[in-house]
């Protein structure tokens, strides 16, 4: 460890060749507004009208963000009318890892029980394994009550509990319905217009319309098999990308593989399996690998598409876009959850001291204050998850290879070196800076073990090409996230900074 230390001061001198760029202006992107869904009512109440309209909120969708926002704003006495694609249980390969951090906004909004009488798994922390290696990180829980802890499950049951909870209650309408159009009249959305099951089309108005979508790695399930580590997740730096296991039940293990490249094997035809049995099945933990065989084998298996989309807004008022709909990342780290509940808590703090959402001008200011006070934690979240995937990729790159290997022995060296980068991607500490020092200090790391014993020149110059290629994976995604945003946004002008005081 000592020649390490040394190597990485004589390394630190490498980060003064670096400098963030500015932030070159966004290109606005076009946002759809056409969903094709089926049509059935789940529970109904009041119909809304257009003048004196008894809904206060149109929420588009019924999924983690959209039922939580639901029964929150519900809660709080707010008039909302969610209408949702498809009102049956979900079956998706996604959206069913929840950080502690995500679960401290589940207790915060008061839907804990959510996640009680579904077979839901405890989560305690990750293991890696790289190379027949392996080491565990605990989530830093020490200070927290004995309940909090990450937790996985079956999407689709955790979906429905908080649509039920948010349907129960008397001013919450939830509907099935295919929204085909946002209203808009002089440049603000008034409500939707929607299919029935009967062929009709309706249109629902409320002052604010909210849009949740989500988004549809190769995925399939292990049954009756025991994780090496029980209660934590797996990562396990495969060639040529991670592999992902988690508990979703008590007897079913999710495993996700990531498939670089545009073209996935077919499945149809049998490419896909082929592709898991010979490429993925070796780089299994050896007490996975005949489960892993055998659901390859059932042929239960499940793809998706996988995009990061930054969140860049282009407020349109009396309309808020939330979920997938707004913001993506890789879901390597499970952090998707964790940032919309987040933001939930966000927008409710905002609007609770708006009396009435009729007020154009005053809702309209708050919900731009909503895009800048969700990035910190949000970006984060985001750019760890960005950063870590490309980390964790195989790559022919020299520099890279070392890179990944640092990382590996950085988080495998215990104490501060594990628990700060864990309770960055857990979200229990989601701060900018923290993240970007973390990152550079595995790059120093390993360039202070490529000084050492010597410092050869090729040594020199593939340490300086780390350096440069850490800069190169974390600067862009910072920069799409934006800067000023996540580090400094006190400095965006025209920003609430915190609700007024009711009278």
Known sequence: MDHYIAGTLIAAVFLLLFVVRRNDSKKPRKVSTTYKTQNDVFRSSVNAGKNGSPTDVIIVGAGVAGAALAHTLGKDGRRVHVIERDVTEPDRIVGELLQPGGYLKLVELGLEDCVEEIDAQQVLGYALFKDGKSTRLSYPLEKFHADVSGRSFHNGRFIQRMREKAASLPNVRLEQGTVTSLLEENGTIKGVQYKTKDGQEPRAYAPLTIVDVPSCFVGLVLENCQLPFANHGHVILADPS??????????????????????????????????????????????????????????????????????????????????????????????????????????????????????????????????????????????????????FSSSPDQARKEMRQACFDYLSLGGVFSTGPVALLSGLNPRPLSLVLHFFAVAIYGVGRLLLPFPSPKRMWIGARLISGASGIIFPIIKAEGVRQMFFPATIPAVYRAPPVED
Not at 294 to 300: L, Q, T
Not at 330 to 358: E, Q, W, Y
């Open 242 to 391: 991670p592999i992902l296991f988690y508990p979703i039940s008590s007897t079913e293990v999710r495993c996700l593989v990531d498939v670089p490249g545009q073209k996935v094997p077919s499945i149809s035809n049998g490419e896909m399996a082929n592709y898991l049995k010979t490429m993925v099945a070796p780089q299994v933990p050896p007490e996975l690998h005949e489960a892993f065989i055998s659901a390859v084998e059932r042929g239960n298996i499940r793809t998706m598409p996988n995009r990061s989309m930054p969140a860049d807004p282009q407020p349109t008022p009396g309309a808020l876009l939330m979920g997938d709909a707004f913001n993506m990342r890789h879901p390597l780290t499970g952090g998707g959850m964790t940032v919309a509940l987040s933001d939930i808590v966000v927008l409710r703090n905002l609007l609770k001291p708006l009396h009435d959402f009729n007020d154009a001008a005053s809702l309209g200011r708050y919900l731009e204050s909503f895009y800048t006070l969700r990035k910190p934690v949000a970006s984060t979240i985001n750019t760890l998850a960005g950063a870590l995937y490309k980390v």
